[in-house]
């Protein structure tokens, strides 16, 4: 059953923007803050972005500056802008809602590969 749905990888050269978005289900956006996280060949799974509920927002220190996660509630979605791309940000891209008080499920949607060229 998937829950979450991830779109808009691809490839970019260095320099460039992608835009990820992830979609979902209400029971999932509702009340629950919303992140990014990418794994690259042969690295661990890495947080990138998180956003809560109300709008506040985190970034690992190799994106800020350069990446920006929003969302709109109102459609169930979650985005992630990404500008000034490295060939180091190449990685699948995942997105994720961490558990909450009242449903302990982790969900991830199945990732979107993005890839940097140099």
């Known amino acids: 059953q998937v829950q979450l749905v991830e779109s808009g990888g691809g490839l970019v050269q260095a320099g460039g923007s992608l835009r990820l978005s992830c979609a979902g289900s209400?029971?999932?956006?509702?009340?629950?803050?919303m992140d990014w996280y990418r794994q690259a060949p042969g690295k661990e799974r890495e947080l990138v972005a998180a956003?809560?509920?109300?709008?506040?927002?985190n970034y690992a220190d190799s994106v800020k500056g350069r990446f920006t996660i929003s969302r709109d509630n109102a459609k169930n979605t979650v985005s992630l802008q990404m500008n000034s791309l490295k060939p180091e940000d190449t990685a699948v891209y995942y997105c994720n809602a961490p558990p909450v008080r009242w449903d302990q499920t982790t969900y991830w949607g199945q990732g979107t590969q993005v890839t940097v060229s140099s």
């Open positions: 956003i809560t509920t109300d709008g506040s927002t």
């Open positions: 209400r029971i999932i956006f509702s009340f629950r803050s």
